[in-house]
Nanobody, 124 residues
Framework: QLQLVESGGGLVQPGGSLRLSCSTS????????IGWFRQAPGKEREGLSC????????YYTDSVKGRFTISRDNAKNTVNLQMDSLKPEDTAVYYC?????????????????WGQGTQVTVSS
């Protein structure tokens, strides 16, 4: 069964960077639209970014635009989320998921096969 695995989370100071990876050994992620989401304690899940399987187009929600970059590493079968200029409000559990279609939009209902999440904490 397809199961994604997120990695790369941790504790970082404000202004710092982290690189999250989403991987699986079951299928080539290049064949799927992949989305990144996060959920902070007491808050709803927030869609952050996605990368389309059809043309590689990407989308970023306003809160991370200009700071986060999504990319594929097909050789490693990963989809990465480079996070720069991190802020305390970026603290959350970060998830990746597989899109049900080729459409790249960060709506939770459009995604399946969620990973278990990786914790990102931004604090001094």
């Amino acid at each position: 069964q397809l199961q994604l695995v997120e990695s790369g989370g941790g504790l970082v100071q404000p202004g710092g960077s982290l690189r999250l990876s989403c991987s699986t050994s079951v299928v080539p992620l290049a064949h799927y639209t992949i989305g990144w989401f996060r959920q902070a304690p007491g808050k709803e899940r927030e869609g952050l970014s996605c990368i389309s399987s059809s043309d590689g187009s990407t989308y970023y929600t306003d809160s991370v635009k200009g700071r986060f970059t999504i990319s594929r590493d097909n050789a490693k079968n990963t989809v990465n989320l480079q996070m720069d200029s991190l802020k305390p409000e970026d603290t959350a559990v970060y998830y990746c998921a597989v899109g049900k279609t080729m459409i790249c939009r960060v709506v939770s209902q459009d995604y399946d096969h969620w990973g278990q999440g990786t914790q990102v904490t931004v604090s001094s």
